[in-house]
């Protein structure tokens, strides 16, 4: 039996359990899968309703299999080259191109399709391989059930609110917030929320003398 039927059949063997991270890898390594988390991400896509627990677990809810209406499409050679000439055959992670840093691009879901995202140009983007791992180690983490009820929300004033909830006082990287706004004028709503919520939402600009990386925003919410 390969390595995606023993990890099928453990999760429907399993079924309501959240089975720790560590007890998947080690299934998975015994049965020489190593990139199993991709296995559950196209099962998800496939109907498969699957969630996990910002990298601790992953339970697999039902044996139900629903149509997922966000399921990943092919993208077509014309799309890629229209991704890449508009980014101007450049990384839009680390800003590495194809002609001065020999790099290979690949079109990035700017929005995840589990996420809901769309195959189409203004929901995809040039990354290097590099870039492109560092962002799915990101979603990887993400526990699926509140990126689920952030992707539900009609807006994106609701998207940012539900997900600053659910992480309260955590400096959150200004590209992943681009990410779940789903729109490139995202600061616009941060506003917002500021005025019309009360919601203490404080910018933390990129700092490399104090290790701050990356420009950042933080919800404080006061005990």
Not at 22 to 44: F, K, M, T
Not at 74 to 89: G, M, P, Q, T, Y
Not at 161 to 174: R, S
Not at 193 to 221: E, Q, V
């Amino acid at each position: 039996m390969s390595g995606s039927k023993v990890l099928k059949q453990y999760l429907i063997d399993n079924v309501g359990r959240e089975i720790p991270l560590e007890e998947l890898n080690s299934l998975c390594a015994s049965n020489g899968l190593h990139h199993w988390d991709r296995v559950i991400r196209n099962w998800i896509q496939e109907g498969y309703n699957i969630e996990n627990k910002r990298g601790k677990w992953y339970k697999l809810c039902s044996l139900e299999i629903k149509p997922n209406p966000n399921k990943r499409k092919a993208i077509s050679k014309k799309l890629r080259f229209l991704v890449f000439n508009r980014d101007n055959f450049t990384c839009q992670g680390c800003g590495r191109t194809v002609s001065d840093d020999a790099i290979k691009l690949s079109p990035d879901h700017i929005v995840p399709v589990e996420w809901g995202g769309k195959t189409e140009l203004d929901n995809l983007q040039a990354l290097c391989r590099e870039c492109n791992e560092g962002k799915q180690a990101w979603v990887k983490g993400e526990d699926t059930a509140v990126m689920k009820e952030v992707s539900n929300q009609t807006n994106t004033e609701d998207r940012l609110k539900v997900y600053f909830l659910h992480h309260p006082n955590e400096p959150i990287a200004a590209d992943r917030l681009s990410v779940i706004a789903k729109t490139r004028e995202w600061t616009r709503q941060i506003r917002y929320l500021r005025a019309h919520t009360g919601m203490k939402i404080k910018y933390i600009p990129k700092n490399k003398s104090r290790k701050i990386l990356r420009d950042s925003y933080i919800f404080i919410k006061e005990d």
